[in-house]
């Protein structure tokens, strides 16, 4: 295949884009390597969160989100720590270290309803998977992560490329050709350099070509299914609810698990850090 001068200067650019990527806010990127030392606890992650009240609020309204299922409101950041996990404390993290709240450079449209749909479905179904709540919501705020950054490298390319609002893999060759890197790729590499964990890792890079091989992918392949039942494209509609059949959730339980998923993916995405 021929490589444009276009297509060679902007994977370039997001090679770059991904070596330097730099934290918009320097206590997140400081409770990213905390939370990745395994002697921390809740404690110290939780007086590490403190020095930045932003990211405190955000991770006591997670917290109290029906997504996590609190009866009682909460006010302490350590509290919400031992509730939310760690796994969900990183990530929320790394979407403030990956700088996405820098509005010169806006993510595409829908991208924080989608992350948050698709945390939601996540954690709804992460019992049928046998992943702990917090590790599959983190998975689902984090699998589009790269979609941003590419974004972020030529707006008016992705835009394009993404007219239809489509996510599938046609979507992600045609990334590939236009970026030398397609989202998911894009996002495993600094979800890599950051240490998250390796199956973790692995399912965000293969989400959209998944063999649904460990844990990690069916819940968050699930999610994402559940998160186009909710918020769309209409063209998804029916592969999503066959994925999910062929994953043992059954026809009738489906329309269910959807009103959950919208129901909860309202309350996360208000604690974002958009």
């Not at 070596?19 to 404690?43: G, H, K, M, N, Y």
């Not at 209409?234 to 026809?251: D, K």
Request: proline share 4%; with cysteine; net charge negative.
């Amino acid at each position: 295949m021929i490589i444009s001068e276009q297509t060679r200067t902007r994977s370039l650019d997001l090679t770059r884009a991904i070596e330097d990527l730099q934290a918009s806010r320097p206590t997140a990127l400081r409770v990213l390597t905390i939370a990745d030392d395994p002697a921390t606890d809740a404690r110290s992650l939780a007086e590490a969160i403190d020095l930045d009240p932003m990211l405190t609020a955000q991770l006591i309204r997670l917290a109290n989100s029906a997504a996590f299922g609190m009866q009682q409101r909460i006010s302490s950041t350590q509290h919400a720590v031992s509730l939310i996990g760690f796994d969900s404390v990183r990530a929320v993290a790394a979407l403030l270290a990956s700088g996405l709240r820098n509005h010169k450079n806006p993510v595409p449209d829908g991208f924080w309803q989608h992350s948050a749909a698709t945390a939601a479905g996540c954690s709804i179904v992460a019992s049928r998977f046998g992943i702990p709540r917090g590790e599959a919501f983190s998975l689902g705020l984090l699998h589009d992560l790269g979609t941003a950054l590419l974004h972020s490298i030529d707006p008016s390319i992705y835009d394009g490329l993404n007219a239809d609002n489509e996510d599938t893999d046609i979507q992600c060759e045609l990334e590939s050709r236009e970026f030398g890197l397609d989202h998911a790729g894009a996002a495993a590499q600094v979800l890599s350099s950051w240490n998250f964990p390796a199956a973790f890792v692995d399912a965000i890079e293969s989400h959209h070509r998944s063999t649904l091989s460990t844990p990690q992918e069916r819940v968050l392949v699930a999610g994402d299914a559940l998160a186009h039942l909710v918020i769309g494209p209409s063209g998804t509609l029916v592969e999503s609810g066959q994925q999910l059949e062929a994953m043992g959730i059954s026809a009738d339980a489906i329309p269910g698990i959807t009103q959950l998923t919208s129901d909860y993916a309202v309350e996360v995405l208000s604690a974002l850090p958009r």
